[in-house]
């Protein structure tokens, strides 16, 4: 097999055990209050990951200690919580097309912040996307259910802007730009959990909710993310990035086989249009700056 098919084998791979963790939130937070789950999550996946930091990254974290830091509050304490809590209202289907927005907003704050430049298509593709958004959850739903799409929609936010800030950190290892900030994220969510105990926190794990929470702790957040580094180190960031139009995809496929969501001609119609605004968006890009993976 050429290195081309095994790359596409891999990130088909990668989007369906990613696609898997919106599948696995939905199941979760029946049982397990968001902000709790997230903690649990986060400290499992950062405990697993932290075996692969090497001495020679000591230096490169006392440097960029702080930065680190946000990234972990804005990337996985954040977005984690808004997405597990969005889980209790809303489909895993669409808790997932909600996250595939993330590349649109990665343009915009980029543009606003970070001084990008954009092209037409690029316009043109953010306005397909949000068209798309629109004709998936349907005018009426979106109205309804508001301040789940809201939620996510935040999450989203917070990864774009994550997202921008690592493009501008070239000199520090992937590696580290996932391990630390999960375990700054870890900590960063106990506040969360401990507001949630005095608001509306519950706790009536099952089996079910139990095997779900190890593997979305262990497969999806730490061998995910270990499998996208692997893919971007035999390939590039943006190969690796392509995974992004997967998830709502396989998320969908999850969904409908596990949970029995229903899909619909506008569902796929919606979510076509967005997966298309999203690919324009990114490969009409101005800009792409190389990435260090090690």
Same mark, same amino acid.
């Given at each position: 097999?050429?290195?081309? %098919?095994?790359?596409?084998?891999?990130?088909?791979?990668?989007?369906?055990?990613?696609?898997?963790?919106?599948?696995?939130?939905?199941?979760?937070? %029946?049982?397990?209050?968001?902000?709790?789950? !997230?903690?649990?999550?986060?400290?499992?996946?950062?405990?697993?990951?932290?075996?692969?930091?090497?001495?020679?990254?000591?230096?490169?974290?006392? *440097?960029?200690?702080?930065?680190?830091?946000?990234?972990?509050?804005?990337?996985?304490?954040?977005?984690?919580?808004?997405?597990?809590?969005?889980?209790?209202?809303?489909?895993?289907?669409?808790?997932?097309?909600?996250?595939?927005?993330?590349?649109?907003?990665?343009?915009?704050?980029?543009?606003?912040?970070?001084?990008?430049?954009?092209?037409?298509? %690029?316009?043109?593709? &953010? !306005?397909?996307?949000?068209?798309?958004?629109?004709?998936?959850?349907?005018?009426?739903?979106?109205?309804?259910?508001?301040?789940?799409?809201?939620?996510?929609?935040?999450?989203?936010?917070?990864?774009? &802007?994550?997202?921008?800030?690592? *493009?501008?950190?070239? %000199?520090?290892?992937?590696?580290?730009? !996932?391990?630390?900030?999960?375990?700054?994220?870890?900590?960063?969510?106990?506040? =969360?959990?401990?507001? *949630?105990?005095? !608001?509306?926190?519950?706790?009536?794990?099952?089996?079910?909710?139990?095997?779900?929470?190890?593997?979305?702790?262990?497969?999806?957040?730490?061998?995910?993310?270990?499998?996208?580094?692997?893919?971007?180190?035999?390939?590039?960031?943006?190969?690796?990035?392509?995974?992004?139009?997967? &998830?709502?995809?396989?998320? =969908?496929?999850?969904?409908?086989?596990?949970?029995? *969501?229903?899909?619909?001609?506008?569902?796929? =119609?919606?979510?076509?249009? =967005?997966?298309?605004?999203?690919?324009?968006?990114?490969?009409?890009?101005?800009?792409?700056?190389?990435?260090?993976?090690?």
């Amino acid at each position: 097999m050429s290195n081309s %098919q095994v790359n596409f084998i891999l990130i088909l791979l990668l989007g369906f055990v990613w696609g898997a963790s919106f599948m696995l939130n939905k199941i979760i937070v %029946q049982d397990i209050s968001p902000a709790f789950m !997230t903690t649990i999550r986060l400290f499992l996946a950062a405990i697993f990951l932290s075996f692969f930091i090497k001495k020679a990254d000591i230096k490169s974290i006392k *440097e960029n200690i702080f930065i680190l830091f946000v990234i972990g509050i804005l990337n996985f304490s954040i977005p984690f919580y808004l997405y597990a809590r969005a889980a209790v209202d809303l489909d895993a289907s669409l808790t997932a097309v909600l996250n595939g927005t993330t590349p649109i907003f990665v343009l915009l704050i980029g543009i606003l912040f970070f001084s990008n430049n954009i092209n037409f298509k %690029q316009v043109a593709g &953010i !306005t397909i996307g949000f068209i798309g958004l629109i004709i998936f959850t349907g005018y009426d739903s979106l109205a309804i259910s508001a301040y789940p799409v809201f939620l996510c929609l935040i999450g989203s936010i917070c990864y774009a &802007i994550c997202t921008n800030i690592l *493009e501008k950190l070239p %000199q520090i290892s992937t590696i580290v730009l !996932t391990t630390i900030p999960l375990i700054f994220g870890a900590f960063g969510s106990i506040p =969360m959990t401990l507001l *949630e105990i005095n !608001t509306n926190f519950y706790l009536n794990p099952s089996t079910v909710s139990i095997v779900s929470l190890l593997v979305l702790s262990f497969i999806c957040t730490s061998l995910g993310l270990m499998g996208w580094i692997y893919i971007m180190k035999r390939s590039s960031a943006l190969i690796a990035s392509t995974v992004i139009y997967l &998830i709502p995809i396989t998320a =969908m496929i999850w969904s409908s086989l596990l949970l029995s *969501e229903i899909i619909t001609f506008l569902m796929v =119609m919606g979510l076509s249009l =967005m997966l298309f605004g999203v690919w324009m968006t990114n490969y009409f890009n101005v800009k792409k700056n190389p990435v260090k993976i090690l």
